[in-house]
């Protein structure tokens, strides 16, 4: 009998030792929270060989900085050939949009200069022989003769005239504007093909800290998979969970004291979201007197700059 109640005493004093100290560190008044981070998950917007990760779990990352490169031999070998071809339509659009060489004019005015004799000679044969042919000194033949070989001597000189009017035109309108078109294809492969070689350098968006690190150099990146992560220097917030009762007196904008362990003095924060539905706590806040009641989810931004860990349990208070 006496060891029965040996027990049960102990067994008491066990279960009021426990009591207190789940209890302790939570202020009267407070609502019991965390710390949770917003992670930024830098992908890789192409696969590839990782070859190059300077920054390493705990470095500073600053906009800008160079967080990965992947291997851009293929990329480069890509943007040469756009290169070449751009430079090859606008030559082609230019070269269309000029007319005839100087070379080729003057072999078309050497052309018409003989034309031009050719047709001298017929007219002298013409007007030498239809005399002739009406006095009646010389067949009608001959007279047919002289005045066909005329017109066509007058004919091959005309189209040696039009033919260099021609050649100093520019191209068509419809060859011009298609000249035109394919330029700026080509010009528009250019910028896709630089912007992809771009894309195998990443480079951070947002100043913070390298969290994690999920790929080494050497490795194979497949598409769309993080590579690191950042801590952003504007992503702590803390959760925590207020009964209905409490819920009138939180709104979007209020500050709120957030007392983490070891710093009674606390850190300032402002509510930024309000939960429109109740639910049971959940059992990551280990708390007697907060355990199986209804409440909201508040959750409130922390000032930038503040070093408080994700996951670190804290009291919130009302100022």
Known sequence: MGFRKTITTFALLVTISSLSACSQGEQAGAYVGYIEAEYVYVAAPQAGWLVSAPLYEGDAAAIGDILFELDKDQQRAIVDQAAARAEQAAAQAEDIGTGARPVEIAALEAQLDEARAR???????????????????????????????????????????????????????????????????????????????????????????????????????????????????????????????????????RDVK????????????????????????PPVIYSIGSREKLVFLVEAKLADGEALRPGLPVDVLLP
């Open 119 to 253: 047709y001298a000679q017929a007219k002298s044969e013409r007007d030498r022989w239809m005399p002739l042919v009406k006095e009646g000194n010389a067949t009608r033949a001959r007279g047919d003769q002289v005045v066909a070989d005329y017109k066509a001597a007058a004919a091959r000189m005309k189209a040696a005239k039009e033919a260099i009017d021609v050649a100093k035109l520019a191209g068509r309108d419809a060859a011009r504007k298609a000249a035109d078109a394919a330029a700026l294809a080509a010009d528009a492969s250019l910028t896709e093909a630089q912007w992809r070689l771009d894309q195998r350098t990443v480079k951070s968006k947002v100043d913070g800290r390298v969290e994690r690190v999920f790929y080494r150099q050497g490795e194979f990146v497949p598409v769309g998979a993080p590579v690191l992560s950042i801590l952003p220097a504007h992503a702590l917030k803390v959760r925590f969970f207020v009964p209905q009762a409490d819920l009138p007196l939180f709104d979007i904008g």
């Open 258 to 281: 957030i007392i983490p362990d070891g710093r009674p003095e606390g850190v300032s924060a402002k509510v930024s979201f309000i939960a429109g539905v109740a639910e049971f706590t």
